[in-house]
């Protein structure tokens, strides 16, 4: 390679235009104080409810549960805190992706400088095994093939041509394309390139810049329980008002009324929520870590339980991003192999395979020739090339019009040398001078090859004389040998996932780089719908977004995709009403997976900058691993719609107890530490009760919830306030019992705890299921629903019968006869919720 010809920018140019365009790396964004985005943070309704709730507590006196929530808005604030910062550490991770060197030619001298110094117009030098340091033009190059995976998607390198001068549009990716792209990887070859765009103007920069761009949407949940939240902070400010104004200026009790209000907002106010969801979620993150999946954002978890769309991107994803010798073709047969290489291959195809790797490089860097050495090496122990008698002369590699290169051997045993070439199907046989009708034949067969979603390789021999080398490839005599065909197989386990996916109600679309006969190929032997039918990147960019919108309802391939495009699908999925998740491993998809409701990205070929804008990432790579995620998504979102229920229930006879009995003139029953001991069999039965139940058995036969349907519908809301009136009920008619009777205030107040604390107990084993009858509740249960059932009992125990307890929470020993009364009440104001089931069921059945 004459290097001699290019001088390069000299010093001072270089300095110029790097102090004009900056240095080549992508920018950080201006990192926000830490002030600044705690105060943004805490403006959200759910903290400033927990933040105020540990006020109260701590204004109570009660240290502990004032710290308890206290740390929970630390972990919270925390938490979103990381999320704040995913922007920026995507952009570095896109940094990383520059060449740490490059080889540049400035004063018409060679030198290595360091990539972010690299400048618009340096004449840069790419060897194999670099990584492409800019966007750039070819102007030299040998054999050059470049991986550009990281921005097409595509595992297959791609071979590169020297610039024509006329070309100036730099279309992503391609094969015979005289550009090369910043990230890009050079598997084979060398060459010389004119450098056009540094930083955020390459490819990867443009696609950097997307990203600052792109809002992240928050969850469904979140959003429905911070509107929840509100409206029960409005309601239990206006109830504490009208309680502290009742006793100031009716009873002209300051003190009673302060304390009273107080009691009543800690009744009210659910705090429990934004707990539940921090709970259940993060212990969501900890179940699905052990089906190797990581989540980077923990709420995403349950919105994948509702995706109606999966966007997957078939290289890496649906296919295992590695290319395998599938079929061999000579002597006009086929053969093909297994993934084992189990089968024994004829002795006719053993010639094909020696002069496949006589056309390689002995250590070979391209993946093709990889994989040639590999399958014959095993079937051809003691192949020619490996012979230390063996040695190459001479290369020819790739030309413009001859897209096939050839190496010269020279044995010393012999007096002639052999020459083995391979390539492009067409360039071999013309280097062969067959006939028409002979190449008219082999063409037919790699065209039922290609439409099988095979990359084909021509494979030749020949022999020459020692002193009869030529210039030229085409001067000598080679006979054809035969095909390869090479295929990126589909993983084992997508079949039977992309199946249950369609099961769970959930719809697939393929979005790939490669080309349409390719993709559905793949489509059909994993069973995606309607394969038949599919949308190109040319046909998608003369689509507008009303067009495209229509069309997609019914499209399940897009081929020939460019990054930008995949953005352009996700978003007129969203557009369409669809609850989108978008899998994905290259640059090119973080955009994307980014804007998605839900970003998986592969975690063992996924690029940092995919896996930082993914919600989710898949650490083994198992397209199977989505279907458990699903199903666990499901699972947490029914469990969170158990707890809520269970919550709304058991806060209506808690409010009620701290306002009915001031509207009919009694004492007050609930002291602030009768709410606090409720609360400690409140928030176990909901972190670790409701958390740990199983999902139903037909949670993967039933479509996603809708986007329109509320976590708490009406059904919910009637059967939750049905169960707490009926408790409140039950549990104020105690209280008027034991009043009118004669018994003391401690005495009534005690009737109305004990029924609060035993009625509290079976609303969460009723709401633990609303199919299953309360006898199979029980009997399948998780563990920790008896722990926290007894030791509520145990604790009800000690504050009644205590001295020292009683005293404390101002109650009375109940005699036997009070104790079995005031149960079978409670029995009885939550049991009717099982003949509610039967009836159900009944229904259902008829």
């Known amino acids: 390679m004459d290097l001699s010809k290019y001088n390069g920018l000299s010093e001072t140019e270089a300095i110029n235009i790097l102090a004009r365009d900056g240095m080549n790396e992508l920018p950080s964004e201006k990192k926000q104080g830490f002030f600044f985005l705690f105060i943004k943070i805490i403006k959200e309704p759910m903290f400033l409810l927990l933040i105020a709730s540990g006020t109260i507590y701590l204004f109570m006196g009660d240290i502990s549960d004032s710290l308890m929530l206290m740390f929970a808005v630390t972990v919270v604030v925390s938490i979103t805190f990381y999320q704040e910062r995913k922007t920026e550490r995507t952009l570095d991770a896109l940094k990383n992706l520059s060449s740490p060197k490059a080889s540049v030619i400035r004063d018409a001298m060679e030198r290595k400088i360091p990539g972010r110094e690299v400048v618009k117009g340096d004449i840069a030098i790419i060897e194999e095994g670099d990584r492409i340091p800019a966007d750039a033009i070819v102007l030299y190059c040998e054999n050059l093939f470049v991986d550009e995976s990281l921005l097409t998607g595509e595992s297959v390198p791609v071979r590169k041509i020297d610039w024509d001068g006329k070309q100036d549009v730099f279309p992503v990716g391609g094969e015979d394309m005289p550009f090369v792209y910043s990230g890009s990887l050079v598997v084979s070859g060398r060459g010389v390139i004119n450098v056009k765009s540094t930083g955020v103007k390459t490819e990867i920069g443009k696609i950097g810049k997307s990203l600052e761009t792109i809002k992240e949407e928050d969850t469904l949940l979140h959003k429905e329980t911070s509107k929840i939240v509100r409206y029960a902070a409005g309601i239990g400010i206006f109830l504490c008002a009208f309680v502290v104004f009742f006793y100031v200026l009716i009873k002209g009790e300051i003190i009673q009324g302060f304390l009273s209000g107080l009691t009543l907002g800690m009744a009210i106010l659910p705090e429990e929520f934004p707990v539940v969801l921090i709970i259940f979620l993060t212990l969501g993150a900890w179940r699905i870590s052990k089906k190797n999946v990581l989540t980077r954002k923990s709420a995403a978890i349950e919105t994948l339980g509702a995706a109606t769309v999966l966007c997957v991107d078939k290289t890496g994803t649906l296919t295992l991003n590695k290319m395998e010798l599938n079929v061999l073709y000579s002597s006009n047969s086929f053969f093909e192999l297994d993934e084992t290489l189990s089968k024994e291959v004829p002795s006719n195809f053993f010639e094909l395979l020696e002069f496949g790797m006589l056309a390689n490089k002995k250590e070979p860097f391209d993946p093709l020739e990889k994989e040639i050495n590999r399958v014959g090496g095993f079937y051809i122990k003691n192949p020619n090339y490996k012979n230390n008698k063996w040695s190459i002369v001479r290369e020819y590699p790739l030309e413009k019009g001859l897209l096939a290169l050839s190496h010269v051997w020279v044995n010393e045993d012999m007096d002639d040398y052999v020459i083995a070439s391979k390539g ?134 897009f081929a020939r995709i460019f990054p930008e495009q995949k953005l352009k699908i996700i978003n007129a999925l969203k557009a369409n009403g669809d609850i989108v998740a978008m899998t994905g491993d290259g640059v090119n998809d973080a955009p994307a997976l ?46 969170i719609k158990r707890a809520m229920g269970y919550i709304l229930a058991v806060h209506v006879p808690i409010a009620g107890m701290s306002v009915l009995p001031l509207v009919f003139g009694y004492p007050a029953v609930l002291l602030p530490a009768h709410v606090a001991f409720l609360e400690l069999i409140i928030d176990p039965a909901c972190s670790t009760v409701f958390e740990g139940e199983k999902g139903s058995k037909n949670i993967m036969k039933r479509p996603p919830r809708k986007l329109r349907h509320s976590i708490f519908n009406t059904k919910t809301v009637i059967v939750s306030l049905l169960q707490g009136s009926m408790v409140l009920v039950a549990t104020f008619l105690l209280f008027s019992y034991a009043i009118k009777t004669g018994r003391s205030e401690e005495e009534a107040r005690s009737f109305a705890f004990m029924s609060l604390v035993l009625s509290n107990v079976l609303l969460i084993a009723v709401n633990l299921s609303w199919d299953k009858g309360l006898h199979r509740i029980v009997r399948e249960a998780n563990k920790v629903f008896f722990f926290v059932s007894i030791g509520a009992i145990c604790s009800l125990l000690a504050v009644l019968y205590v001295p020292f307890m009683s005293r404390l929470f101002h109650l009375a020993p109940l005699h036997p006869k009070d104790f079995i009364l005031v149960s079978i009440i409670a029995i009885i104001s939550v049991v009717w919720f099982e003949l509610l089931k039967k009836y159900n069921e009944i229904i259902k059945r008829n």
């Open 594 to 639: 980014k804007s998605a409701h839900i970003g998986i990205a592969m975690g063992e070929r996924g690029t940092d900058v995919a896996r930082e804008a993914s919600a989710l990432i898949l650490l083994d790579d198992d397209f199977s691993s989505i279907v458990h995620s699903i199903k666990l998504g499901r699972r947490i979102y029914d469990n």
């Open 424 to 557: 492009a199907p067409e360039a071999v046989l013309e280097l062969c001078h067959l006939s028409k009708e002979e190449k008219e034949n082999i063409l037919n067969k790699v065209h039922d090859m290609s439409h099988k979603g095979l990359r084909v390789l021509g494979v030749a021999k020949g022999v020459v004389k020692r002193n009869e080398l030529s210039e030229n490839q085409h001067d000598f005599d080679f006979q054809f040998v035969g095909l390869l065909g090479f295929i990126d197989p589909f993983r084992p386990s997508a079949p039977n996932a992309i199946m249950e996916s369609y099961e769970a109600g959930m719809r697939v679309i393929m979005i790939t780089g490669d080309y349409p006969g390719t993709a559905q190929f793949i489509a059909k032997k994993i069973g995606i719908k309607n394969p038949d039918n599919f949308i190109t990147g040319p046909m998608l960019e003369n689509m507008d977004d009303e067009e495209l919108r229509e069309k997609i309802k019914n499209i399940n391939i």
